[in-house]
């Protein structure tokens, strides 16, 4: 062999070149084995000397290396390939280096592709939710573990909110919660909540739940969506995990932390716009505590998923709240709003026209207030079913009769609006929102104080009644609408749970109950079904019976009857039936009340129009609505509250309960003098023609004072626990408040 020239670098690769050559060496010497002869090296140098004359070398060749056959030797595998020119550039890497990207890219797609095949829908190892390990589960698979480590457990949550730290360190929860609950249905919430020193929070009542769905996803994410392979090669090597978390009812949350709001801190107030005859003034607002809603929900949450989920408390702190709208932002939406009302609006209607002055649009105005990234503005909007029901006088009054009558049918679990073939009626929703827009929409959207230099003018067309649609397509056309509604609140906690089960049971079996046009009647004890009784899944809470406070079944209603009567009262309709309560609560309105008493007393109502009222309730914990919908018939109704007349004095009773502890003593009745009062109701058309009037009297009888006391409590007086009243009128039980 030639040695390699002085200074060349050897090739690194000779040995891999070596080992082809001597692949191409045995292939030649099967050739030559049938008569070819073997060239020495003399004759290899000297045909390369001619090759090199000839042509010049080829890329690619390679030069002998060790193990070659020596000069003149006959060895298998002895290369032909000519030496190496020195000076020659060394060979490129390229084709290697392309074959192990090559490797490395077919590695990494086999990888992946295993990686697909085993955990194609499943989340992958090291992945954990809160304290459970969800690796190599499927989606469903992590929800069903999720649910079985956590769901019951935050079923039962229920903790004490305190009102204080005082109050943590010295209030007694049971006897706190025993008169909260014997107190609930005889004070007025505004009394209620006065002296208020703890909350419970129920987790049913909250709407706390897992989200085990989306923490499933959240966990399938991990890997793949979330953090790509970065977090892959974490939870191999480590764990990735997923703090546990809990949604909530949102409205549920706000009505409890603002039902605390009223005990321990001062509501914000911001600036508003007042108008009164045309005349818009600004309500100057205030600052505000309320309870910090983020260290609320986190306090709840961190019970509800605690080792005791069942048993556990916290202080509620307040924080400052900055009232939203201060009076310059409120002046600046109340010059706009005067602008528009001195202005005023022109409705037209076939061929009949109507220009509205300030004070009759002022009624229509509301303002709400609209936050956004950029902060907070008091906004104004026309109210839809105050301006519809003022157009739709002005067009009867101009002698217009709509041909609409709807029918309500309940098919299929769904209310069904059915109006007369052919019937149309006055698009006045149409006009409302247009001239709304028209006045209102630019300021609303970006500020704008301009106006239009002509008086807005719009006009209302007429619209075909559909024979049949949805009550929500009926509802949203302006072919019914809501006719009247009212609202009223109740006592809510832990010790209530009874009677506010009841409350919601009589609204549902009363919601989308149906009174038929002309002079159909409804009755309360016949559309809820019967007598409030364990059959009909009513439970046992506070009722009044015998002039005191006493558990029945049913105790609650006559909470859904004053609502009903209420919503009743405000739409003008006849009421044929209706007594009082045995104790006044001034959460309702003086003289407005209503009792129901299988079967001695009950509530009805008659519809004297020629359309069908559809009579449907919504509720929360703390509050129920009924309202009234259908055509309205635009009554108009006015009130005269006469003065209280004094009744008899109540009386102070003491009860030993020996299951409490020595020393114990609270208020289970709260005394209340007898008195009476009466309402007188005038309901007249739009045009001021008188309908009907009627007065309702009210006769509240004293509720004795009942004081419940430990054993070996001194009470100071003789205990008259055994005294009873015989009057059959006040044995009666009325169940409700």
Not at 59 to 81: H, I, Q, V
Not at 133 to 154: F, H, I, P, Q, W
Not at 434 to 446: E, L, Q, S, T
Not at 659 to 676: I, L, M, N, P
Request: charged share 25%.
């Amino acid at each position: 062999m030639k040695p390699i020239a002085p200074g060349r670098p050897r090739s690194p690769k000779l040995p891999l070149v070596a080992a082809a050559a001597g692949r191409c060496g045995r292939a030649r010497l099967g050739r030559a084995a049938v008569g070819a002869p073997v060239l020495g090296a003399a004759d290899r140098a000297a045909r390369g000397a001619t090759d090199r004359g000839a042509a010049a070398p080829r890329r690619g060749t390679a030069r002998p290396g060790p193990g070659l056959a020596a000069e003149g030797g006959t060895r298998r595998g002895t290369s032909r390939m000519k030496p190496i020119a020195p000076g020659r550039p060394r060979s490129p890497k390229l084709p290697l280096v392309a074959a192990a990207a090559a490797l490395v890219v077919a590695v990494i797609a086999g990888g992946v592709g295993f990686d697909q095949l085993m955990n194609g829908n499943r989340i992958y190892q090291g992945v954990s939710v809160g304290s459970v390990d969800v690796s190599g589960m499927t989606r469903e698979e992590a929800a069903n573990a999720l649910d079985a480590a956590y769901s019951d457990a935050v079923a039962s949550g229920l903790g004490i909110v305190f009102a204080s730290d005082e109050a943590a360190q010295t209030v007694d929860v049971d006897t706190e919660m025993t008169e909260d609950a014997a107190q609930a249905e005889q004070l007025s919430v505004e009394e209620a909540r006065a002296d208020k020193k703890l909350w419970v929070a129920e987790a049913g009542v909250l709407g706390a739940h897992v989200p085990t769905a989306d923490l499933a996803e959240e966990a399938f994410a991990v890997g793949r969506d979330a953090g790509g392979l970065a977090q892959r090669i974490e939870a191999a090597t480590s764990t990735v995990s997923i703090p546990m978390r809990l949604d909530f009812d949102e409205d549920a949350l706000e009505a409890l932390a603002a039902e605390i709001d009223e005990t321990i801190g001062e509501p914000r107030v911001d600036s508003n716009v007042q108008i009164e005859d045309g005349v818009a003034t600004v309500v100057e607002g205030h600052d505000g505590t309320i309870v910090d809603r983020d260290e609320f929900r986190s306090k709840i949450a961190e019970g509800f998923l605690g080792a005791t989920p069942d048993d556990f408390s916290f202080v509620a702190h307040t924080a400052f709240a900055p009232s939203r709208i201060d009076s310059a932002a409120a002046e600046t939406c109340r010059a706009f709003i005067q602008g528009v009302l001195d202005r005023g609006l022109t409705f037209t209607f076939e061929g009949d026209q109507w220009d509205l002055d300030g004070a009759t649009i002022g009624s229509w105005v509301t303002t709400t207030v609209a936050e956004s990234e950029g902060g907070a503005r008091l906004v104004p909007a026309l109210d839809e079913k105050t301006a519809c029901a003022d157009l739709l006088a002005l067009i009867r009054e101009a002698g217009f009769v709509s041909a609409t009558t709807v029918n309500f049918r309940i098919e299929g679990g769904e209310v069904w609006v059915y109006a007369q073939d052919g019937s149309r009626y006055p698009l006045t929703a149409d006009a409302v929102s247009a001239a709304d827009a028209g006045v209102f929409g630019a300021f609303r959207d970006n500020g704008s104080t301009a106006f239009a230099d002509e008086r807005p003018t719009v006009a209302i067309g007429w619209g075909a009644a559909p024979s049949k649609s949805s009550f929500d397509d009926a509802l949203a056309m302006g072919l019914i609408g809501e006719i009247s509604s009212y609202t009223t609140e109740y006592n809510d906690g832990a010790g209530t749970a009874n009677r506010r089960h009841n409350i919601h049971l009589a609204a549902d079996l009363l919601t989308d109950s149906i009174t038929p046009a002309n002079g159909g009647i409804w009755s309360f004890t016949e559309t809820m079904g019967g007598q409030a009784n364990e059959e009909m899944g009513f439970k046992g809470a506070h009722v009044i019976s015998g002039g005191e406070y006493t558990d029945a079944i049913g105790g609650g209603i006559c909470q859904v009857a004053t609502t009903v009567f209420n919503a009743v009262y405000e739409g003008g309709y006849p009421v044929t039936e209706r007594r009082n309560h045995s104790l006044y609560i001034s959460s309702y309105p003086t003289g407005r009340d209503a009792a129901i008493a299988y079967p001695y007393l009950d509530l009805k109502w008659e519809n004297d129009t020629t359309s069908d009222v559809l009579l449907r309730t919504r509720y929360t914990d703390s509050t129920l609505t009924v309202t009234l919908y259908g055509i309205d018939p635009g009554y108009v109704v006015s009130t005269e509250t006469g003065d209280w007349q004094k009744g008899d004095a109540y009386k102070t009773k003491y009860q030993v309960d020996e299951e409490e502890s020595e020393g114990t003593r609270y208020v289970k009745t709260r005394g209340a003098d007898g008195r009476s009062v009466t309402v007188h109701r005038t309901v007249r058309d739009r045009s001021g023609n008188l309908l009907h009037e009627e007065d309702f009297e009210s006769n509240y009888k004293p509720i004795n004072e009942v004081i419940v006391v430990g054993p070996n409590t001194p009470t100071g007086e003789e205990e008259d626990s055994e005294e009873k009243d015989d009057d059959k009128e006040d044995a009666r039980v009325s169940t409700g408040d």
